[in-house]
């Protein structure tokens, strides 16, 4: 299913199988993680403390993308819901935003550590680094005020304390850059406990981001 999505138990299915993927993954425990959808005007978004092997696609929380009255008769939508609100407002070109506790980018997240240019894929992920956005209290709307600062030229950033945040253009570019935040947080992290990691130069991910314009990391998966 590709963007731009409309509300539909098909897509509201493929945001249900995405939190088992992520499971599946191991870049999330349980249901501590979350997924959102941009659908029409309205953002889709799991709902709180349902497991995902027991969520329908009824359970799925619709919310107006303008910040009006949430629709009743639903669930109570994950406790996360403000984050994933300010992103879609934010990055209109975006269409899913997906949270996670990844344990090697909740690690470096506790050491409030940022992902810098040790490895080529960091500039899949925007820029030079992958920031850590600013400690606040889960659901406030402080972190999302940090989360969407750090985002402004990234699509993706770490959360001090507390986990990781992703982006896409699509629900499984979403998820597919949160296995690659969490493949570069391992190699990062495991790196330091061996020696110290050599940073690729301004020129050198110059040269990685011209080259990542033929390399179809803005397809549509």
């Known amino acids: 299913m590709k963007p731009p999505y409309q509300d539909s138990p098909g897509l509201r299915q493929t945001v249900i199988d995405a939190c088992l993927e992520m499971n599946a ?38 919310m107006p993308l303008d910040g009006s009255q949430l629709p009743d ?22 269409n899913a935003v ?9 690690a470096l997240a506790m050491n409030r550590q940022a992902i810098p240019a040790c490895h080529y894929m960091v500039a899949a992920f925007g820029g030079n680094d992958v920031p850590v956005a600013d400690y606040a209290l889960f659901g406030s709307r402080q972190l ?23 982006t896409g253009e699509s629900l499984p570019r979403a998820l597919w850059r949160m296995g690659e935040l969490e493949a570069l947080a391992k190699g990062y992290a495991t790196s330091l406990t061996i020696g110290r990691p050599h940073i690729l130069t301004e020129t050198d991910m110059q040269e990685v981001t011209a080259a990542f314009a033929d390399y179809g990391l803005k397809d549509s998966r």
């Not at 349902?50 to 009824?58: A, D, G, L, R």
């Not at 939508?77 to 070109?93: D, G, M, R, V």
Request: glycine fraction near 8%; proline fraction near 8%.
């Open 144 to 166: 999302s005020d940090n989360i969407t600062r750090s985002l402004q030229n990234r699509s993706a950033c770490l959360m001090a304390n507390h986990g990781a945040v992703a």
């Open 73 to 94: 008769g639903q669930l109570k939508p994950s406790t996360e819901w403000p984050f994933h609100l300010a992103i879609l407002q934010a990055k209109p070109a975006i």
């Open 25 to 62: 993954m191991g870049i999330n425990q349980g249901t501590s993680g979350n997924i959102s959808v941009r659908a029409g005007d309205m953002m889709l978004i799991t709902p709180s403390g349902v497991p995902y092997e027991k969520m329908t696609p009824k359970d799925l929380v619709k």
């Open 98 to 106: 997906v949270h996670a506790h990844p344990v090697y980018c909740s």
